[in-house]
């Protein structure tokens, strides 16, 4: 039970973290839609991405894991699907600049922000795990 809650609530900081780092991002209805978003995607962890792992196999093992991150875009798309006030939606990147480093201005398209937010939810609620241990 531990488990489940910790997974819980480094969800809830996760997509409160991510929803205000992209603007592809919305929770219409508030933190009572990201409370639910949390919930949804916990769920969605827990008992639907192991099969989507198990139907993504093959394709993993011929590609050697490079598409791994393909169940979590999935694992996304459920819970936006489940939770109507939970969009991402595609937008606007304004380009970004870092000593020579350039980022060009571009459209984001609604496939790319669910592949980049997956990434975000990922690297995070990798880190807050290594945070606890």
Same mark, same amino acid.
């Given at each position: 039970?531990?488990?489940?809650? +910790?997974?819980?609530? @480094? $969800? =809830? /900081?996760?997509? %409160?973290?991510?929803? &205000?780092?992209?603007?592809?991002? $919305? @929770?219409?209805?508030?933190?009572?839609?990201?409370?639910?978003? #949390?919930? #949804?995607?916990?769920?969605?962890?827990?008992?639907?991405?192991? =099969?989507? &792992?198990?139907?993504?196999?093959?394709?993993?093992?011929?590609?050697?894991?490079?598409? +791994? %991150? =393909?169940?979590? /875009?999935?694992?996304?798309?459920?819970?936006?699907?489940?939770?109507?006030?939970?969009?991402?939606?595609? @937008? $606007? *990147?304004?380009?970004?600049?870092?000593?020579?480093?350039? /980022?060009? +201005?571009? *459209?984001?398209?609604?496939? %790319?922000?669910?592949?980049?937010?997956? *990434?975000?939810?990922?690297?995070?609620?990798?880190?807050?795990?290594?945070?606890?241990?």
């Amino acid at each position: 039970m531990k488990r489940y809650l +910790r997974l819980y609530i @480094f $969800n =809830l /900081v996760t997509l %409160w973290l991510v929803g &205000n780092i992209l603007e592809g991002v $919305n @929770f219409r209805g508030g933190y009572q839609t990201l409370a639910l978003a #949390a919930l #949804a995607l916990s769920a969605v962890d827990v008992l639907i991405k192991p =099969l989507i &792992n198990l139907l993504l196999l093959p394709i993993n093992l011929l590609t050697l894991g490079m598409f +791994r %991150w =393909l169940s979590n /875009v999935i694992a996304l798309y459920l819970v936006t699907k489940v939770i109507p006030k939970f969009e991402i939606l595609g @937008f $606007n *990147f304004p380009g970004f600049s870092y000593h020579g480093f350039v /980022v060009p +201005r571009m *459209f984001l398209t609604t496939f %790319w922000v669910f592949v980049i937010t997956s *990434f975000l939810i990922s690297l995070i609620i990798s880190f807050l795990l290594w945070l606890t241990k």
